[in-house]
């Protein structure tokens, strides 16, 4: 990962700030993106190497772009892009109100696509890019209580795969992420009753992310899906 320039847009979560402190010794220059500038800097210090941060709220596409303008005044172009940013919320779908169902879809669904679509437009012009989309689980399965979460998820998968037919002539390749129950901020403000102890770690997570940003040039790691042995998808 030497030199690699590596947007990570949720960098203050459980998962981005994980692959951060995972990254930072390997030489990658790290551009992070959060929407809270205190704790982008909090962060920030803590790493060694060349960092970038730009609080970015990724619902607004004109933050999205100075985001990927940034990073390219700083370092000249951009390796990789991780969207490890969402929220979530777990009901019934009859007490789903617009405003949920709106943030959902604005956060999780289109602020990935606004990210993704930014970040493969400067890919493309290089012909080398790999873009990795944290999805979790119910972006593949369906759990109740889920409807505006999975809707958003599924959205990202779809797009995901289709920008993946569109780009793969140039080279920018796509990772996506199922993974399931990690033990995260997520879970903070959800009312369903969970054991966090048996989740998986935002370690891990990275772990998984790192391998992907890690294989051998040729090799393409499509779907990445872990999850706890306490609670599984097939």
Not at 107 to 123: C, D, H, I, P, R
Request: charged residues 20%; proline residues 3%.
């Amino acid at each position: 990962m030497q030199d690699k320039v590596v947007v990570i847009v949720g960098a203050t979560g459980g998962i981005g700030s994980a692959l951060t402190r995972k990254l930072a010794p390997t030489g990658a220059k790290l551009v992070l993106a959060a929407r809270d500038a205190v704790n982008l800097a909090t962060l920030a210090e803590e790493l060694s190497g060349e960092v970038l941060t730009v609080p970015t709220d990724i619902t607004q596409p004109q933050q999205v772009k100075a985001l990927m303008q940034a990073t390219i005044a700083q370092f000249g172009q951009i390796d990789v892009l991780v969207n490890a940013a969402g929220a979530g919320i777990l009901k019934p779908y009859n007490s789903i109100e617009p405003a949920d169902l709106d943030r959902m879809l604005d956060l999780n669904l289109k602020g990935s696509f606004y990210t993704t679509q930014a970040a493969a437009e400067e890919m493309q012009k290089r012909k080398s890019g790999h873009i990795c989309n944290v999805v979790g689980i119910l972006g593949k399965h369906s759990m109740s209580m889920a409807a505006a979460y999975s809707a958003s998820k599924f959205g990202v998968v779809g797009f995901s795969k289709c920008m993946a037919e569109e780009l793969k002539r140039f080279g920018v390749k796509f990772t996506l992420f199922y993974f399931g129950g990690i033990d995260s901020s997520f879970w903070d403000n959800v009312s369903l009753k969970v054991d966090r102890k048996k989740m998986l770690s935002c370690e891990t997570a990275a772990n998984a992310i790192f391998y992907a940003l890690s294989a051998e040039p040729q090799a393409v790691p499509m779907e990445i899906n872990i999850q706890p042995d306490s609670h599984l998808f097939f």
